[in-house]
């Protein structure tokens, strides 16, 4: 059905009635593949990671990033800012060892005593020396996130067998380890905090060497391109490769700020630059692909090239 | 000639007579496009285009619109039934990845349209105003696909919710949000990006419909 043709350059189209019973075909056909991938391949789902696990796989993990937690370096100070964090320190190893005093022996509470009875340099002195006997066992300085190695966990009989002014910190450090081993904390972070909130729970864990080390091994951190895969399964987000780029190859882009200033430059190109800017707007004018988009009508490009008047010509969109 | 009226006169809705297109076009096809012309999509849909337009090119913006509604049905399925059915039994494990794969869709749909978009020029005139919109729900669509990642409740989410935690959530304003806070991460994925998302898509394919498809290059 023709509605209209023109033979000139400008507009040498017609109008004509729109395939639109090629719609529901195509939608069933997306719909029918979503669900066979969906029952057939499924989707990324490898089992969380908990506290009771960890600690019992590298105990000597927990243990140092007790040390860290207490003296201020533990990766969880970059969090300080979450509502209810505040101090690592207090959050992740006072106030659980406080509320399962019932649990611990006499010895780990006179421990946890002499500590709060100390005046805040002191406590940090301990904890500071702890955790550099612990590196000096590993040979590095530690976690902090980021970094392309992986962190060596601290094996247990080192640390037992370490000496010096620690205070009471190994003794309870050896009381959080217990309690993340036997489930404890987990309940905990749990217990106090409304339902379905994983906060303390993800923040823990990621003081551990485990969580980021694991990454690491499987390909998975920024700087690995980790934000375009997932674990375990061979399809990602890979719609997030300009982002990924953005972090990866442009400098500063690992930084918070710097990613969120080169996407912003990327995104300020293509949504005003590109589209709105004489010379860059007319790049897809030169390219021609569009020849590659349009619908060819070969009853057009004939009338075209024979410079016929068209009137009278009847197509049909559906036939093209 | 073609005038310009003659041009936007395909905005214009043509009758349909099923008898008529089945004696034209043969009875499945008459069928199959008789649902265009049903109340709800009468309005929507262009009855008839300019010819070059008559490609599958043009249908990847629909598509993605498609892909958008699959992942509102089935997002609401697991809204509905909750993270303990999604991970832990087949059928929510299944629906979960039928959500999973509505996503992969939309985003493959989405960088066809875009492409397309940029290779026909379509950004032109007035028309930039909704190529905005539209960059806009896709950035917005990539911050939606996020926060999915982190209420999925795998290692994953434990793991990108810390290290984008270190990372993006450390900037200003960005650091009001917990991301490893699952009850958060899951509100702004099921209720306040869809909320946006779908009146941001709404204003998009309104436009479209109003301006109809741009004049070729």
């Not at chain 1, 995104?267 to 897809?284: C, H, N, Q, Y």
């Amino acid at each position: 059905m023709v509605k209209g043709q023109s033979n000139t350059s400008e507009t040498r189209f017609s109008i004509v009635t729109h395939c639109f019973w090629r719609y529901p075909i195509v939608g069933l056909f997306v719909v029918a593949v979503v669900m066979v991938l969906g029952f057939a391949v499924g989707s990324p789902d490898w089992p969380q990671a908990t506290i009771k696990k960890v600690s019992a796989m590298q105990p000597g993990g927990a243990i140092w990033a007790v040390a860290q937690e207490l003296d201020g370096t533990s990766a969880s100070y970059t969090n300080t800012h979450e509502y209810g964090m505040s101090d690592p320190a207090k959050r992740l190893v006072i106030d659980p060892l406080k509320s399962a005093s019932w649990a611990l022996s006499p010895n780990e509470q006179i421990a946890l005593h002499q500590f709060l009875a100390a005046n805040i340099s002191q406590q940090t002195k301990w904890a500071m020396n702890y955790d550099k006997a612990i590196q000096k066992t590993v040979g590095t300085n530690g976690m902090g996130g980021g970094g392309m190695g992986t962190t060596p966990v601290p094996s247990m009989t080192k640390i037992e067998s370490l000496t010096g002014n620690f205070g009471p910190v190994p003794v309870m450090a050896q009381s959080i380890l217990k309690l993340a081993q036997n489930g404890y904390l987990e309940t905990y972070f749990q217990g106090i905090s409304p339902s379905n909130v994983y906060q303390y729970t993800n923040i823990w864990l990621y003081d551990q060497p485990y969580l980021l080390n694991t990454a690491i091994q499987n390909g998975l951190t920024d700087d690995q391109w980790g934000m375009i895969k997932e674990r375990g399964f061979f399809v990602g987000p890979w719609y997030l490769i300009v982002p990924a780029i953005a972090h990866v190859e442009l400098p500063g882009g690992s930084t918070g700020l710097g990613f969120i200033f080169w996407n912003g430059l990327i995104a300020l190109f293509f949504v005003v630059l590109f589209p709105l800017v004489p010379g860059f707007r007319s790049i897809p004018k030169y390219l021609r692909l569009y020849k590659l988009v349009y619908a060819v009508n070969p009853v057009e490009v004939e009338n075209y090239k024979a410079n016929v008047p068209s009137s009278g010509v009847t197509q049909d969109a559906a036939k093209i | 000639m073609l005038k310009e009226e003659d041009y936007f006169a395909h905005h214009v809705t043509e009758p349909f007579r099923f008898g008529e297109r089945r004696r034209e076009r043969g009875f499945w096809r008459a069928f199959l496009e008789s649902f265009a012309y049903l109340p709800p999509f009468n309005r929507m849909f262009g009855k008839v285009s300019p010819s070059y337009a008559e490609s599958y090119w043009y249908c990847m913006g629909g598509l993605t619109f498609f892909s958008f509604l699959l992942l509102l049905v089935t997002g609401l399925i697991l809204t509905f039934f909750g993270p303990t059915w999604w991970s832990g039994t087949h059928a929510g494990i299944v629906m979960k990845s039928m959500h999973y794969w509505s996503a992969q869709a939309f985003f493959f749909f989405l960088f066809l349209h875009i492409i397309r978009v940029w290779l026909t020029g379509a950004y032109r005139g007035k028309r930039w105003v909704n190529y905005a919109i539209g960059f806009v729900t896709f950035f917005l669509s990539l911050g939606e696909n996020l926060f999915g990642l982190l209420a999925r409740g795998d290692w994953e989410s434990q793991f990108v919710s810390m290290h984008s935690d270190d990372m993006l959530f450390t900037a200003p304003f960005l650091r009001l949000i917990s991301p490893e806070n699952f009850t958060s991460a899951l509100i702004i994925h099921v209720a306040l990006i869809p909320f946006v998302l779908v009146v941001l898509i709404g204003v998009h394919v309104t436009l479209v419909k109003l301006q109809g498809i741009a004049r070729p290059l």
